[in-house]
Each structure stands twice: as C-alpha cells, then as structure tokens.
C-alpha cells in the first residue's frame, strides 16, 4: 500500500482533500454548491477542444474553468444567477461531447478528467497541482475577513465597507483554481464530493468557521485516505469509496447534531 509508486497518490490525495476541505466550508457558507458543481464539470469542454487541437487537456480544462467562472459571475449579476449557472453548464457539456465526437483518439484522457486517476499521478501532474491548490488557499487566507463577513452576513458585511461583489469573484476564481488542481487526480464528479459532503459535515458540527475548516480538512482526509487504501486493497475504483465514505460522514454529522439539539 505504501510502495514507491503510491508516494505521489497519498501526496496528491492530501493536497486535494486539504484545499477542498477550507475552500468547501465557504462554499457551503456561501450556498455556492450549484456554482462548485457546474464549474468542475463546464472545464469538460475545454479538455475536449484541447484535445481536438492537440494541446493537453489540463491546459485547456484550466482555461475552461476561468473562463467559465468569470462568465458565470459576471453574467450571474445580470439576471437569475442559478439560470445563469445551468445554461453555462449545458452549453458547455454539450459542446464537449460535440469536440470529443470529433476526435475519438484521446477520449479517454478526457474521461478521465471526469473520473479521476489517483492511482496514476505523476510528478509534473503533482507539481501542477499543488502550485494551484497553494495559489487558491494562500487566496482563502488573504480575504478570509471579508470573505467571512461576505458569506455570513453580507448586508453588513457591505454597511462595513466590504465589496461583496469583489469578494465572490475572487472566490469564484479560487473555485476554478482548485478545479484545475484536482479534477486531473480525482475527476469532477470526486471534487464535488469532497467540496460538499465533508464540509457541510463540519458546519452542521462545529461551532465558529475557524473549527469547521479544521474538522471539515479532518473528514476530507479521513475520506481520501480510506478511499486510496481500500481502492488499493480491493482493486475497486476510488470514486466508489469516495462517495459513499463522503455521504457516511456527512449522514453521521446531521444524525449527531440532531442528537445534541435534541
């Protein structure tokens, strides 16, 4: 389990539950699920055009995902933002799989952005991935004031002096940032997982922000690392344990709660 080619899975499975585990409580804080939902999943396209053109869909997937974070933003304040989000998110699956239907040689390079390969990292992917996870948490800590103040309670967050507005896109760019770190390791569909299920565990638990980072990093890594030992063990894919161990914890979590409440 621990041999010299799964060093680079235990790193990567590390940094990728770190960066979800602060970025997701905000995501939960923010009621961005929607948002970390379709941003994962809208880079498809770009993976899809990079491999038709010849160029590495993790260029293009990170591309994909600026661009459509800074498009979902930007037209989300013009009109009804989840509408918005959802046509994005149509536009840009369907136009994937219209590229991907025009060059079939690397289609599995492009589903694997989509399921993940834990299992395979390199060192370039890990390099890659951890400057954007860095990038994305080191932006967290640097408006981690006004982004508290932003998702908690933004109308006095803005009589305080605070630009929400500038605030959400920042944090819609760190969302794409993380996108680009970690889909290439553990697929859009894990990334929602992990960006949702272990942080909303730690909120319906803890009692200030700063404890549902800590415990939300806790149940994200518990998370990871069951999921690579057992996909390691049973020869099963990752993705499997992932959701099911991420939806155990978060199902616990609110039986918990209710349990203190009452």
Same mark, same amino acid.
């Given at each position: 389990?621990?041999?010299?080619?799964?060093?680079?899975?235990?790193?990567?499975?590390?940094?990728?539950?770190?960066?979800?585990?602060?970025?997701?409580?905000?995501?939960?804080?923010?009621?961005?699920?929607?948002?970390?939902?379709?941003?994962?999943?809208?880079?498809?396209?770009?993976? @899809?055009?990079?491999? !038709?053109?010849?160029?590495?869909? &993790?260029?293009? +997937?990170?591309?994909?995902? *600026? =661009?459509? /974070?800074?498009?979902?933003?930007?037209?989300?304040?013009?009109?009804?933002?989840?509408?918005?989000?959802?046509?994005?998110?149509?536009?840009?699956?369907?136009?994937?799989?219209?590229?991907?239907?025009?060059?079939?040689?690397?289609?599995?390079?492009?589903?694997?952005?989509?399921?993940?390969?834990?299992?395979?990292?390199?060192?370039?992917?890990?390099?890659?991935?951890?400057?954007?996870?860095?990038?994305?948490?080191?932006?967290?800590?640097?408006?981690?004031?006004?982004?508290?103040?932003?998702?908690?309670?933004?109308?006095?967050?803005?009589?305080?002096?605070?630009?929400?507005?500038?605030?959400?896109?920042?944090?819609?760019?760190?969302? @794409?940032?993380?996108? !680009?770190?970690?889909?290439?390791? &553990?697929?859009? +569909?894990?990334?929602?997982? *992990? =960006?949702? /299920?272990?942080?909303?565990?730690?909120?319906?638990?803890?009692?200030?922000?700063?404890?549902?980072?800590?415990?939300?990093?806790?149940?994200?890594?518990?998370?990871?690392?069951?999921?690579?030992?057992?996909?390691?063990?049973?020869?099963?894919?990752?993705?499997?344990?992932?959701?099911?161990?991420?939806?155990?914890?978060?199902?616990?979590?609110?039986?918990?709660?209710?349990?203190?409440?009452?």
């Amino acid at each position: 389990m621990f041999e010299a080619y799964l060093l680079n899975t235990w790193y990567a499975s590390t940094v990728v539950a770190v960066s979800a585990g602060i970025i997701g409580v905000f995501v939960i804080m923010r009621g961005d699920s929607f948002l970390a939902h379709a941003i994962p999943h809208g880079s498809f396209a770009g993976a @899809a055009v990079a491999v !038709t053109i010849g160029l590495s869909p &993790v260029t293009g +997937m990170g591309i994909a995902a *600026l =661009l459509s /974070a800074l498009a979902m933003h930007l037209l989300g304040k013009k009109g009804r933002r989840d509408a918005v989000i959802a046509l994005l998110l149509v536009f840009l699956l369907a136009g994937g799989a219209f590229m991907l239907s025009m060059s079939g040689d690397y289609s599995n390079q492009v589903y694997a952005l989509l399921f993940g390969q834990v299992l395979a990292v390199t060192d370039a992917d890990l390099l890659t991935m951890s400057i954007l996870a860095l990038i994305a948490v080191a932006m967290v800590l640097c408006m981690i004031r006004p982004l508290l103040a932003s998702s908690i309670i933004p109308e006095q967050a803005r009589v305080q002096g605070v630009r929400n507005n500038l605030v959400a896109l920042l944090f819609t760019i760190v969302i @794409a940032c993380v996108t !680009t770190a970690s889909v290439p390791i &553990v697929g859009a +569909m894990l990334l929602f997982s *992990l =960006l949702i /299920a272990p942080p909303a565990a730690a909120c319906a638990l803890a009692r200030n922000p700063i404890h549902a980072i800590v415990l939300s990093c806790v149940f994200a890594l518990g998370c990871m690392w069951a999921s690579v030992a057992l996909s390691v063990l049973t020869d099963l894919p990752i993705g499997f344990f992932v959701a099911t161990s991420s939806g155990c914890i978060y199902a616990i979590a609110k039986f918990v709660a209710h349990v203190w409440k009452h």
